[in-house]
């Protein structure tokens, strides 16, 4: 009997069957027809029978459709084999294992689960649908290994990529997705989206990446989202309690309320648009790059922490639990108006990190700079303290102005050329240097006593007082008051001379000029006359008046010498602080604080606070008390504003002057005003 192997032909949709026998074969003789080289040959005519079948035709199915594997279901009656195309023109079911190259639905197209248990279609090219693709009778999962083109209705239970290169997926504006869409664990490519993509389901990409392409984005109607999602700063939309579960985002933009869990990470940034909060039961978020938010981010029922290794920008709220900036660099903090911060933001406990705040900017709960972090204010740049402190390392105001309501206030190591409107607490071990200006209230936190250092001018246009505990002044430089201090003790102990102006009256419980060094008995001068009883280390008095006016010092029995310390008269209207008017314009030209007061003229530099309505002409000069012009310091044009006048006092030449007093005249056509000067030894 003739051995015989069959090629399977296929001629549009007919198969027939070629008989292959030795006959067909004559050169090869009768002695070939056992032989394994024949065997060998068959085996090869097989191999290249397969392969002739392996160039894919495309089969339709009939309008009327039915059951994937039976062949009145197709056009011509062929069954769609593994390597075939298939457009599907009507409803067709699977009720098996099923495969094929390309799958086409047209708009009356529809593929579903036919079986009882849960079927598997498998399409290892691309899928376009303009029709529908459902469940069925049971859970219905189709494998893609190429694009995702849908125009249709996608509703089945999953939707597995399997691509080992990039897959592309496209959606129209009415189509509808409502299917898992997953990674399967050999795909090697990423998946791309085109388009805008609405899904009702999840997205889980874990071990691969979601690339959103131009036009492309993300919108979650209720779902989960897993991977590692490439923004590239477009969108992912968040509807209905969806959440960003596990995996990382890369330059994203959040729109809608997004939950996230502490197993998603962010990196070159994220902006928030809309709402950003926890999944269930609290989440700690790791974002690499600025965080930028428009909306809101917030604590639920539970906490939301974040770690930022970056910069900050706030346009919106934050009231989530802390922002934690973990390196030791510089960030930067941005405010547009309607910001607030009420978060506690965080620099490393030990580290040297900087907060660089580039715009006004309002801080509800408190910022914290560790032990040697620092927070800079930019030129012109001011802070709202409504409730938040400052606390740790050194705040460089810069001059600028700080504003508290509320419990805000400053507990810091160092504090540097501040200015304080509103109601401020100052806390315990709190060093100002570079002066500070008390345009509003200075008091301790309630619940403690605070103990503060003042180096510098201590400038008081507003009140210094108790706040149920007590609050101690240490000034170490000139103590200028034009407003009030009725606060426990004031500690006038610094190292040059000092000026302190009286004001209207100075009603602290304590008010101490210290001597500055130690001695084995001590006296007490005024304008070069012994104080009687007055030998001890501190000079202390109980209310300072005008009747305390002149020129004390202190003599130590070991022949010390100590500072002059000259009490004057000075300005008696307490400046109102504009924070409380609501307003920070000035109407007249005024001259302020010059420092150092008291001076000497032979030596050292002087500088001149001046302010000015508008542009125009403004001259400095010094008379003596008789009224006589001694120097003319400074004439020219200045711009509107608040300015500082350097002059170099060696450069005067008035030569050694005894001590007493000169005093300084601005002249403007705005007006003109006068300042004190004390000249010692």
């Known amino acids: 009997m003739p051995l015989v192997t069959h090629l399977v032909v296929r001629r549009e949709t007919q198969r027939r069957l070629l008989p292959v026998t030795q006959s067909s074969f004559p050169d090869l003789g009768d002695a070939l027809h056992n032989s394994l080289c024949f065997r060998v040959l068959a085996a090869v005519l097989f191999v290249v029978s397969l392969a002739s079948h ?25 069954v769609p084999l593994a390597g075939d195309d298939v457009v599907l023109e009507g409803p067709v079911t699977v009720d098996g294992p099923t495969s094929c190259a390309n799958l086409d639905l047209s708009s009356g197209g529809r593929v579903a689960g036919g079986s009882p248990t849960p079927t598997t279609l498998e399409v290892n090219g691309t899928i376009t649908n303009a029709g529908t693709i459902e469940n069925g009778v049971q859970i219905f999962t189709i494998k893609v290994g190429s694009d995702l083109n849908n125009d249709g209705i996608w509703t089945n239970w999953n939707t597995i990529c399997t691509g080992t290169s990039d897959q592309h997926l496209s959606q129209s504006a009415t189509a509808v997705f409502e299917s898992d869409l997953i990674r399967d664990e050999t795909a090697t490519g990423d998946l791309v989206i085109d388009t805008p993509f609405p899904i009702l389901g999840d997205i889980d990409y874990l071990g691969g990446r979601v690339v959103l392409g131009p036009g492309g984005s993300i919108t979650l109607r209720q779902g989960l989202l897993s991977g590692e999602i490439a923004c590239g ?36 940034g994220l902006t928030v648009m809309d709402e950003l909060t926890h ?55 941005r405010m547009g108006p309607e910001g607030n911060l009420d978060s506690n933001l965080i620099l490393p406990e030990f580290g040297d990190g900087s907060l660089i705040v580039e715009a006004d900017s309002r801080i509800s709960d408190g910022v914290s700079l560790g032990q040697n972090g620092s927070m800079t204010l930019l030129p012109g740049v001011s802070l709202q303290l409504t409730g938040g402190t400052i606390s740790g390392g050194t705040l460089w105001a810069g001059g600028n102005d700080i504003y508290a309501e509320g419990v805000g206030g400053l507990y810091l190591n160092q504090a540097d050329q501040v200015v304080l409107h509103g109601v401020a607490q100052a806390g315990d071990g709190t060093f100002f240097t570079g002066g500070l200006r008390v345009a509003g209230v200075v008091q301790n936190w309630e619940f403690a006593p605070s103990e503060i250092w003042v180096e510098g001018d201590l400038l008081i246009e507003g009140e210094l007082r108790d706040n149920v505990q007590t609050l101690t002044v240490h000034a170490t430089g000139n103590l200028l008051n034009r407003g009030s201090i009725s606060n426990h003790e004031v500690i006038v102990d ?26 084995s008995t001590y006296q007490w001068f005024r304008d070069d006359v012994p104080l009687a009883a007055e030998n001890s280390r501190q000079l202390v008095f109980a209310i300072v008046d005008v009747a305390d006016v002149g020129i004390y010092h202190c003599e130590g029995g070991d022949g010390q010498i100590s500072r002059d310390v000259v009490f004057e008269e000075g300005a008696i209207t307490a400046t109102s ?20 007061n008291p001076m000497r ?11 000015l309505p508008e542009r125009g002409f403004v001259s400095l000069s010094l008379f003596d008390a008789g009224g006589r012009e001694i120097s003319k310091l400074f004439t020219g044009q200045i711009e509107a504003g608040f300015h500082l006048i350097p002059v170099e006092l060696g450069r005067l030449e008035l030569g050694r002057r005894l001590p007493g007093v000169l005093f300084l005249k601005m002249t403007t056509a705005a007006g003109s005003d006068v300042r004190k000067l004390i000249i010692v030894h």
């Open 601 to 611: 003229l032979d030596v050292g530099r002087a500088e001149i606070e001046l302010g």
């Open 54 to 78: 392996a160039s894919a035709e495309t089969v339709e199915s009939t309008p009327v459709g039915g059951p994937w594997h039976l062949g009145a279901t197709w056009v011509g009656g062929t």
């Open 233 to 268: 700063g477009g969108e992912v939309r968040f509807e209905a309690g969806s959440t960003l579960y596990r995996g990382v985002m890369d330059a994203g933009v959040l729109v809608g309320t997004a939950r996230a869990s502490s197993a998603f990470s962010f990196t070159n």
């Open 279 to 333: 999944s269930t039961g609290g989440s700690h978020l790791i974002i690499e790059g600025t965080l930028v938010n428009h909306g809101l981010i917030r604590n639920g029922s539970y906490g939301l922490t974040i770690s930022l290794f970056g910069d900050l920008e706030c346009y919106g709220t934050f009231t989530n639990s802390y922002i934690a900036m973990e390196e030791s660099v510089e960030h930067r903090l």
């Open 494 to 519: 610094g190292t040059g001379d000092q000026l302190v102006e009286i004001g209207a009256g100075i009603e602290a419980t304590s008010f101490i000029v210290d001597a500055g060094f130690a001695s």
């Open 577 to 596: 602080d504009p924070y409380t008017q609501g307003h920070r314009t000035e109407s007249v030209a005024w001259l302020g604080a010059v420092r150092p």
